[in-house]
C-alpha cells in the first residue's frame, strides 16, 4: 500500500473504533484494514479522528471526540498531560493499565519470539501508584525570552513548562521550583538547543526513600554558573534533608544529559539508601532504579528465580553499581559482577565494602569478553543474571553464556521485544524459558520491567 492508496488523506475527519494500545500507548484503529495512531484513544471506544500524517503502512491522528468512551476511561489528575510525553496512560484506569501491559507482554512473547505456551503472571502493581520516582531529570531552556522547566512533549524538544509532576516524590519538584525561581532571581537563562546558547542544561535531583537524603545536580554548559554561591546558600537554607549539591559540565551539543565534568559545590558526593537490608551511595551518575517500592519487588523475584542455596557461584553480566549483585551475594557462594563503565564499578565495590561483603568481586570490561575470561580461570557459572539497557543483550554475550551451560539464566528487562528476541535465541541453545514476571516499575507509562526464569535443558 503506497501513500496514493492509503484509504486515507491527511486533514481527514473519520469515524474509528479502537481495537488495541502501540507498546507506547496510543490507541490503534484501522481504516479498510490501514492503522491509524492515535494518542488518547482506548479500546473498545468508538471516536472522531482526524488524520495528521499519513505514511506507506500507517498514519497518525488527532482525537477530537469520543463518541463511546471505554469503562477504564479516567479522567488524568494531571492539568497537562496532554502535552507533556512523560506519562502515556493517565487516561486509563490502573486496573486497565496493569491489563493493558499483561497483554504486550504475552503478545509480544509470542510474536516475536515464539514463546506461546511460556507462563507470563499478572504484572505486580502498586497500592498507591503516583509520586514514586525517586530521581527527576528535568530540562530547563527559554521560550518567548521566558525561563522554562519541564518534560518534553511527545516525539519533540518542546518543553512542557511545569508546575508539579505527580509520580515525581514531592521533594524532587521543590527543588525544580526552587532552582527555576533561583535562576530567574540571578538571571540565569536556560538553554537553547538550536543556537547553544544559555547556561542551565537540566536539574536532576535524587531522592533516598529510605534516609530521605538529597541530591542536587546543576547541569550547565559551561563552568561558569552565576551568583553560585547565593544558589547554593539558597538551596541549603530551604531544603532541610539536602546533603549534596553537584554541578556536572556539558559542552557539548548533544540529546545525552550529562557531560564528563562533575564538580562537587557543596555537602557529600553521595547519597545513601537501602534496598531490603542492603545500603547503596549512590552518585551523581549512578544507575539506580527510580521506583524504590517496585526495585525490591523485582529484585526478591530476581533472587527468588535465581534458587540460590549458599552453594552456587553467579555471574552478574550487567552489574551496574552491584545493586543485584549484593542481593545475590547473601544467598550466593560467590558473586562475581562485570559492568563496562569504570565509575559504575567503583561504586560496586564501594558499595560491597559499606554492606561488609566480601564474596562479590567486580571487573570492568565488555561481559562477552570477561566471561570467557573468567572460564579460563576455573570460574563456572552455576546462575548468570543479566539485566542490559533497552536493547537487549549483545549476540556475543547470548552465545557466551550459551556455551558456559548454567544451569540457570535469570533475565530482568525493560524492554519486552528485546527480551523475547533475546529467549527465542537461548531456547534454540538448549534452554527453556519457565515463566515470566512483569513488574511495573513505572505506573502510568507504557513501560514494564520484566523477569524471566530460563532453565537449562537436561
Not at 473498545?44 to 505514511?55: L, N, R, T
Amino acid at each position: 500500500m503506497n501513500q496514493q492508496q492509503a484509504p486515507v488523506s491527511k486533514n481527514e475527519t473519520i469515524q474509528v473504533t479502537f481495537e488495541d494500545l502501540t507498546h507506547e500507548g496510543a490507541g490503534v484503529a484501522k481504516k479498510d484494514g490501514y492503522p491509524l495512531f492515535v494518542k488518547g484513544g482506548l479500546p473498545g471506544e468508538e471516536a472522531e479522528v482526524k488524520v495528521v500524517q499519513v505514511k506507506k503502512n500507517y498514519g497518525f491522528a488527532r482525537l477530537i471526540n469520543v463518541k463511546k468512551e471505554s469503562e477504564q476511561r479516567v479522567e488524568p489528575p494531571c492539568s497537562i498531560f496532554k502535552w507533556c510525553g512523560g506519562c502515556q496512560l493517565q487516561h486509563l484506569s490502573y486496573e486497565g493499565q496493569l491489563q493493558h501491559k499483561h497483554n504486550q507482554v504475552r503478545e509480544t512473547l509470542a510474536r516475536i519470539g515464539g514463546l506461546n505456551k511460556v507462563p507470563v503472571h499478572s504484572p505486580l502493581g502498586m497500592d498507591d501508584p503516583w509520586r514514586y520516582r525517586n530521581k527527576s531529570q528535568v530540562p530547563f531552556g527559554e521560550q518567548q525570552k521566558q525561563l522554562v522547566a519541564g518534560f518534553y512533549a511527545e516525539r519533540s524538544h518542546k518543553i512542557v513548562d511545569m508546575n508539579t509532576c505527580i509520580i515525581q516524590h514531592e521533594d524532587n519538584d521543590k527543588v525544580v521550583q526552587l532552582v527555576k525561581s533561583l535562576a530567574k532571581q540571578y538571571g540565569i537563562r536556560g538553554y537553547d538547543d538550536k543556537t547553544h546558547k544559555g547556561t542551565l542544561r537540566h536539574v536532576v535531583v535524587r531522592h533516598a526513600k529510605h534516609t530521605d537524603e538529597l541530591m542536587v545536580v546543576l547541569v550547565t554548559k559551561g563552568e561558569a554558573l552565576p551568583n553560585k554561591k547565593n544558589i547554593v546558600q539558597a538551596l541549603q537554607d530551604q531544603l532541610p534533608n539536602l546533603k549534596s549539591i553537584m554541578q556536572n559540565i556539558n559542552p557539548k551539543r548533544t540529546n545525552v544529559i550529562f557531560g564528563e565534568s562533575t564538580e562537587k559545590l557543596w555537602g557529600e558526593d553521595v547519597i545513601n539508601d537501602f534496598i531490603g537490608d542492603i545500603k547503596f551511595a549512590i552518585s551523581a551518575r549512578s544507575f539506580y532504579q527510580v521506583n524504590p517500592e517496585q526495585t525490591k519487588v523485582l529484585y526478591e523475584k530476581a533472587l527468588e528465580y535465581a534458587k540460590l542455596t549458599g552453594k552456587e557461584t553467579v555471574i552478574d553480566a550487567y552489574c551496574g553499581i552491584g545493586t543485584i549483585s549484593l542481593f545475590l551475594a547473601q544467598e550466593a557462594k560467590q558473586v562475581y559482577g562485570v559492568e563496562i563503565v569504570p565509575e559504575a564499578v567503583s561504586d560496586a565495590k564501594r558499595n560491597a565494602k559499606i554492606n561488609h561483603i566480601d564474596n562479590a568481586d567486580f571487573v570492568v570490561g565488555e561481559a562477552e569478553s570477561v566471561i570467557p575470561w573468567w572460564q579460563a580461570q576455573g570460574i563456572e557459572a552455576d546462575v548468570i543474571v543479566v539485566d542490559p539497557p533497552r536493547k537487549g543483550c549483545d549476540e556475543k554475550l547470548l552465545e557466551t553464556m550459551a556455551a558456559m551451560k548454567p544451569l540457570r539464566i535469570v533475565y530482568v528487562s525493560c524492554n519486552p521485544a528485546t527480551l523475547a528476541r533475546d529467549l527465542k535465541y537461548l531456547e534454540e541453545r538448549g534452554y527453556k524459558t519457565k515463566e515470566v514476571q512483569p513488574v511495573d516499575m513505572f505506573p502510568h507509562t507504557a513501560h514494564i520491567e520484566n523477569v524471566a526464569l530460563i532453565e537449562r535443558e537436561m
